[in-house]
């Protein structure tokens, strides 16, 4: 740009890229090819469409043969569309008043997605139509020329091969309804692929990949729950395994389950039908090997053609005995006289409890008792008599117990509670009394008498 003597000989934008509600600036560069020196130069933003100015670039003043750089504000309005604008200015110095304009390109780029979908099918045949709803918005730039089309080997438009939307303005959406054929059988959830393509105002053209997710149901089994009786299972032990088998998948009218491991053969158990969303019970029963470790219990879900499987750790547990104490019985417990203890001892191990024997710690000295063998599941009694107590009242007593199990020797040290009563002291009666302080008043004065 040229006006008289000063030129405008090179200008740039930031940012690059301009949209609506951008904020940006615009660098010029003044050059004064006139052997003269210019003072108070002005550059005056004028109105323009879509851009919002308010500064004016002033120059104190500009030596002959040279350039100075200004710089000018600008935003482009939240509203305007894309498009070519011009930024209008006016070069003011001496009684020169010129006006030019800076072309600004401003874009709004389309930013199209599928806002929801649905389909009415849970289960798809090879003939069958898949019938979608699905709404597709515009949140950026107005787009025109907006086709769509499916990219799937399995599903093909139903008497089309794409579909035409014209065009979408900025914050708008459009609600589409079309059936898709099946070429095929579908048991698995798909993710169907369109292709999109459009363009904006400024003819710049767009193609972009929207996925949809079809949920259909397949064959499917879980195992939702599973209970193993006994749960401390040992060797030899016959162990019962109840699992209820879920059809999360379509229906199926052949199931059948089977379990196997490295302590038994397979077994299989046979369901029959199970409709979708049902469960079913299956009970088996195996015996756990002498010399046992831990295995996977390979378990297999068959049906409609498909099997499904699953590992179960199985580990055997020792026989090893845990004896409580149950039940605390005392009879006749006085300080003074002591009296008699029982207690009973119970095993809720999977082992045999051998030599077991009972110690109470009581004034200091241990007294015993021997139980002998008490097994799985079974109970034993200690019994004591104790000849003295050093207090009444509330008292706490150490036990003690030993056994023997498949671990060797145990002590278990536990404390119970008992309540140790006092002897009451008789009352003398008062005739006693007074038949006494007669007996000494008499003999006091035959005593004085004989004196």
């Known amino acids: 740009y040229t006006v008289a003597s000063i030129q405008i000989t090179n200008y740039s934008i930031y ?81 020169n008043y010129e006006k030019f304009s800076i072309p600004l390109v401003v874009y709004d780029e389309p930013n199209i997605y599928i806002e929801k979908v649905s389909a009415d099918k849970s289960a798809i045949r090879k003939g069958t139509e898949l019938n979608l709803k699905m709404t597709i918005k515009n949140s950026g730039g107005k787009a025109k020329e907006v086709s769509i089309y499916l990219n799937s080997p399995i599903f093909s438009m139903k008497g089309r091969s794409e579909l035409f939307l014209k065009e979408l303005s900025k914050n708008s959406s459009y609600d589409i309804e079309f059936s898709l054929l099946a070429n095929s059988d579908v048991y698995a959830p798909q993710t169907l692929q369109f292709i999109l393509e459009y363009k904006d105002e400024l003819e710049n053209s767009y193609t972009k990949t929207l996925y949809i997710p079809i949920e259909v149901k397949e064959t499917n089994f879980d195992i939702s729950k599973i209970i193993i009786s006994p749960e401390d299972f040992a060797p030899n032990d016959e162990v019962t395994l109840k699992m209820s088998i879920l059809n999360t998948g379509i229906d199926t009218n052949d199931l059948k389950v089977c379990i196997s491991s490295d302590w038994f053969a397979e077994n299989c158990k046979f369901v029959g039908y199970l409709s979708s969303g049902s469960q079913s019970e299956v009970t088996f029963y195996f015996i756990v090997p002498e010399k046992s470790k831990t295995t996977n219990m390979l378990v297999r879900l068959i049906g409609n053609e498909k099997e499904i499987n699953y590992t179960i750790p199985l580990t055997p547990h020792e026989k090893i005995a845990k004896l409580v104490i149950s039940r605390v019985k005392g009879e006749n417990l006085y300080k003074e006289t002591g009296g008699s203890i029982e207690i009973r001892i119970e095993n809720y191990g999977n082992g045999e409890a051998k030599n077991v024997q009972v110690n109470l710690i009581i004034n200091g000295k241990k007294y015993n008792s021997i139980v002998g063998k008490i097994g799985s599941n079974d109970r034993g009694t200690a019994s004591f008599y104790i000849t003295k107590f050093e207090k009444s009242g509330d008292v706490e007593i150490p036990v003690e117990i030993i056994y023997v199990d498949s671990r060797g020797q145990n002590i278990r040290n536990e404390k119970i509670q008992l309540i140790i009563m006092e002897k009451s002291v008789p009352l003398i009666s008062f005739d006693v009394i007074i038949f006494a302080i007669l007996v000494v008043i008499i003999v006091y004065f035959i005593l004085k008498r004989k004196k």
């Open 15 to 95: 940012p690059s890229k301009l949209s609506p509600g951008t904020s940006g600036s615009i660098s010029l560069v003044v050059y004064n090819s006139y052997n003269y020196r210019w003072e108070n130069i002005a550059i005056v933003p004028l109105a323009s469409k879509g851009i919002l100015t308010w500064e004016v670039a002033r120059i104190d003043k500009i030596s002959e043969k040279s350039s100075i750089q200004v710089v000018l504000p600008f935003k482009i309005r939240e509203d305007t569309e894309a498009g070519i604008y011009s930024l209008n200015l006016e070069l003011r110095y001496g009684s």
